[in-house]
């Protein structure tokens, strides 16, 4: 039996990815990781509740209150350490983090981006935005992208993508529901159960 | 009964986007246009020997040949008008046709691109070099896309988008071959269709 890979999930809002990694913990199909931190950037986001009621540590580290991006990272650092943290997954996390702190982590920072990269990607892409940008753009599929993350924005390598058509009369908020019940709570789990087994396979095999 | 809409295809190359259009025509998927010209960039194009074969007027017409954009444009129109031509596919042309050109053809010039637009489309994305790009930036998902042609490369509204898997061990050749199996050669009769019933119908309104 490999020891669970120990996961933090940075959010800043709802947490309904949140939500979708813990269902998958709770149903076994996220077995080789265990969410031992959430960390959000604000006191306010419901995903706090989220994990409160599940039993699950949790800390705040908000850029604006830290007043430098080095005090904020140094204050996430401070507490992945304490948690014994191996993998960070993103779920959307609305904070930036700097290039200094991604090279800090190497292939353990994942994140769900939703579209296909490369479109509607990068710099100003985030939340509904990007899935204006798609209906504005009068795509027929968008979808949903798990990448690593390096200090390029969107940029790290794609470990898994879903296609999610989009139908006619689609409002930004009915493609957003749409792509995240059939792209992101499907990709995100599977990907966070194979980077786990991965650190724990490292693990195993280290002296 | 509607008269069929008159289809000029372009080519350049092979034909093998021509050949499922015929292939939708002789299966009558394709019923609301008729293939009533077939012009090719290159007097080379083996695309032009499946058109002798199938009996359907050829032109060539070459950029090269021709001097300049202008008579190479004069040239085209001429045998559009030669043949009563109400609708141009693009399936592989590699000329450019100009602003000026499209213009004439607001609406009326359709082509199919092998990927999902807006990723790995524009200036310089075109055959091989489109799939390659896919594989460089390391896309679990890829796919074709019908649009109608304006003066933007890649930019004219999207009609139809169908997402392609692409596999472990994939090149540049066999992902291009699975892109047209699975998505160019269904997509581009469906487009074909589609418009010349619109073309049909409005033949029969007008006065």
Redesign the interface.
């Known amino acids: 039996m490999l020891t669970p890979a120990r996961i933090a999930v940075f959010v800043s809002g709802g947490g309904t990815n949140l939500q979708a990694l813990m269902d998958a913990q709770r149903a076994g199909t996220l077995h080789s990781g265990e969410i031992a931190l959430v960390l959000s950037s604000s006191p306010e986001a419901y995903a706090l509740e989220r994990a409160r009621k599940a039993g699950i540590p949790t800390a705040v580290c908000s850029r604006r209150e830290l007043g430098s991006q080095e005090s904020f990272e140094a204050a996430i650092q401070r507490a992945l350490d304490a948690h014994g943290i191996q993998l960070i997954v993103l779920a959307g996390f609305l904070s930036i983090l700097s290039g200094a702190f991604t090279a800090r982590w190497p292939g353990r920072i994942v994140n769900v981006h939703p579209s296909?990269?490369?479109?509607?990607c990068g710099q100003g892409f985030y939340g509904l935005r990007v899935h204006e940008a798609a209906l504005a753009?009068?795509?027929?599929?968008t979808?949903a992208t798990v990448h690593l993350v390096n200090e390029i924005p969107d940029g790290g390598?794609?470990l898994?993508?879903?296609?999610v058509e989009v139908l006619p009369g689609d409002t930004p908020e009915t493609l957003q529901r749409r792509v995240m019940e059939q792209a992101e709570w499907v990709l995100l789990p599977q990907a966070a159960e194979m980077l786990c087994q991965q650190i724990a396979e490292l693990e195993r095999s280290a002296p």
Chains 1, 2 share one sequence.
């Open positions: 296909l990269i490369p479109a509607f753009r009068g795509v027929k599929v979808g390598p794609i898994l993508q879903k296609a």
